[in-house]
């Protein structure tokens, strides 16, 4: 199993650009969250999937929208970049139907630079 | 809002050490996580505390949990070099749907 995967490592955006960051999981987790992390300020929780076609927001959602088409994939769209979203974005998943349901698997995460 | 807060911030022992870092939260909680991340990668698993349970251990790592001050702690034994990152702590809140709420992190550094 490849785990979660995330694509691209690493973004340079001009404020106003538009991009979409990828993930995808191969272990058939249901929940997938997408978080973003700023220095000093952990790791926030931007938006949140129980299944495909369910999606929720979390504590950071302006400014990112996402879809659940299939249980593989949970891409993040930026609408439009503002510096505010510079940051390292990670993709996670975990299953609730087996064993510690609650635990995360994360991805190595996108760094995104907005100028 | 940040629910776990983690003490201290920078934490730097020798190898061979223990090391204790403590999470505090404000609300009612399903469990608590502690997550290691290594300098530049995915935060990695590493153990779950209950809110009916007290204490936890896995291999080096002990973890406690004390509802009533809302309050936790993870010891690493014996610290390695390889020990050397930021670890986390995260909360699920009652309630929540599997979502997590992370605090600010511990950055551990071991000395060889």
Redesign the interface.
Known sequence: NAGVTQTPKFQVLKTGQSMTLQCAQDMNHEYMSWYRQDPGMGLRLIHYSVGAGITDQGEVPNGYNVSRSTTEDFPLRLLSAAPSQTSVYFCASSDPGTGIKETQYFGPGTRLLVL | ??QGEEDPQALSIQEGENATMNCSYKTSI??L?W?RQNS??????LI?IRSNEREKHSGRLRVTLDTSKKSSSLLITASRAADTASY?C?T?EGGS?????????TLLTVNP
């Open positions: 809002s940040q399903n469990n996580q997550y530049g990668r995915g935060l990695v698993h779950l986390f995260a699920e749907n599997y979502k997590l709420t992370f605090g600010k992190g």
